[in-house]
């Protein structure tokens, strides 16, 4: 129950877009010209710092040991964990009004899990159940309408906003099948273990992937921080719109005034 | 009279001829750049060789003072004359540097370059795939190409699964100088800082 209340309290902070500034003043989102404020900039940057060294003592050398192990084996478990979270993308895409994917999704779940042993293989995509793109409780929210809030920056998990952080608590109200029979539930099949694990491993696969492209941002960076902020922002709007569509993500007006030859 | 205006027709229609030649589709301009990048970086030479030789492509086939005007956002309203001139040799050094850096990591990159989208006059995005490798999955990436002057078309953009690296630089940038309150100076200095490392 009170987790309950803590949820709609900070969605209704949310839908209103009041929060409190820095120097602790209430007042309405400084939104302007489509950039997100960022409220907690002093505190963001001491979180980056933290998930910085975090990441360079025990993230990374995890990624590079994982990059180690057979390809096969790291494509199953990717395809294994992209299997599990469609229990999240599902009730979201229904919930997005897009129920044809929700119907897709459903059976490129049953398939893969089935067929494809727990999701290791994925033979949903050669029956022409592919193009899966992930949905979570913060990109419903965007899609009702609901704005951003200010950036944030999770311990461990990294870049967020304040709209996308408070919808993630739905994962653990309920909201997450995955999370229900694993650590919300008692059952014979799953424990605890197997919930933080696949969270963990999700972390890792995605390091493993972008390892050379991390450091190479890193490096030729004048300030990091704004550049993964930067980043992890225009990927969310990508992933709200749901399009790979440049024009439909990017503003060309800031490009039609450069002249140059 | 009959040879002179025969010879001017003849002369008209090679100039014709000639430009159709050099004139290419963004899409041919993106395959012949990714091309020649391949083939650098598929060199078995010293790294600092490869560098210059992606500097010198890079000069040709991109439009790096256009890409500083961009990134300097509206700071570029309100700066002085001379400050522009400054920036202009801070931000072009700038660039050759991380991109010669950020190139120089890939050993032999197969890219495909797929298709290409009329935006309007001055711009078409083209589209293309990084195949992927053993240590990294395929990845999209698409090029503004800038064709205000179709015979000399240029890079503006890289956009990379969606995300563009001239917006990312712009918001750096404004990072800088937004932290610095409004400094530009704070934004030169950390360039001067960078580019000498």
């Given at each position: 129950m009170k987790k309950f209340v803590f949820i709609l309290i900070t969605y209704l902070a949310l839908i209103t877009n009041c929060f409190a500034d820095t120097d602790g003043n209430i007042e309405m989102?400084?939104?302007?010209?489509g950039e997100t404020k960022d409220c907690f900039e002093g505190l963001n940057r001491g979180v980056f710092a933290f998930n910085q060294a975090l990441d360079q003592i025990i993230i990374e050398p995890v990624a590079k040991g994982y990059r180690l192990l057979p390809s096969a084996f790291r494509k199953g478990t990717s395809n294994a964990l992209n299997n599990i979270s469609l229990v999240v993308t599902i009730p979201n895409n229904v919930l997005q009004g897009d129920i044809g994917l929700a119907g897709k999704n459903s059976a490129r779940f049953v398939v893969n899990s089935t067929i494809g042993i727990l999701g290791i293989f994925d033979p949903a995509s050669k029956i022409g159940l592919n193009d899966y793109e992930k949905e979570d409780w913060g990109q419903t929210l965007a899609t009702w309408g609901v704005g951003e809030g200010c950036y944030l920056v999770l311990p461990v998990l990294g870049p967020s906003t304040l709209r996308d952080a408070s919808a993630s608590l739905i994962n653990y109200s309920g909201g997450n099948a995955w999370y229900n029979i694993t650590v919300d539930e008692d059952t014979r099949?799953?424990?605890d273990f197997d919930y933080y694990a696949s969270r963990g491993l999700t972390g890792v696969d995605f390091r493993a992937k972008n390892i050379e492209s991390f450091n190479n941002l890193e490096q030729n960076s004048i300030d990091f921080y704004a550049s993964v902020k930067s980043l992890y922002l225009q990927d969310r709007k990508k992933r709200i719109l749901n399009s790979d569509e440049i024009i439909d993500t990017m503003d060309d007006s800031d490009w039609e005034e450069i002249e140059t030859n | 009279m009959l040879k002179n205006f025969t010879n001017k027709i003849l002369i008209i229609f090679i100039i014709f001829s000639l430009n159709s030649a050099y004139a290419q589709t963004p899409e041919e301009f993106i395959k012949e750049v990714t091309s020649k990048a391949s083939s650098i970086l598929k060199q078995n030479i010293e790294k600092n060789q490869k560098s210059q030789q992606l500097i010198s492509l890079a000069k040709d086939s991109v439009d790096i003072n256009g890409i500083g005007m961009y990134t300097l956002g509206k700071y570029k309203k309100i700066i002085s004359e001379e400050q522009l001139r400054e920036y202009t040799v801070l931000f072009n050094q700038y660039f050759l540097k991380s991109f010669s850096s950020r190139l120089s990591e890939y050993s032999d990159p197969k890219i495909n370059v797929i298709s290409q989208k009329y935006l309007n006059e001055k711009y078409t995005i083209v589209s293309s795939i990084l195949v992927a490798d053993d240590k990294r999955p395929e990845i999209k990436i698409d090029w503004r190409v800038y064709t205000k002057n179709p015979k000399n078309p240029l890079i503006r953009d890289l956009i990379i699964e969606g995300l563009s690296l001239a917006r990312t630089q712009r918001e750096e940038f404004n990072s800088v100088i937004n932290g610095a309150d409004g400094e530009v100076e704070v934004l030169f200095q950390t360039l001067r800082n960078f580019n000498k490392n």
């Open positions: 989102s400084k939104k302007t010209n099949y799953f424990s | -």
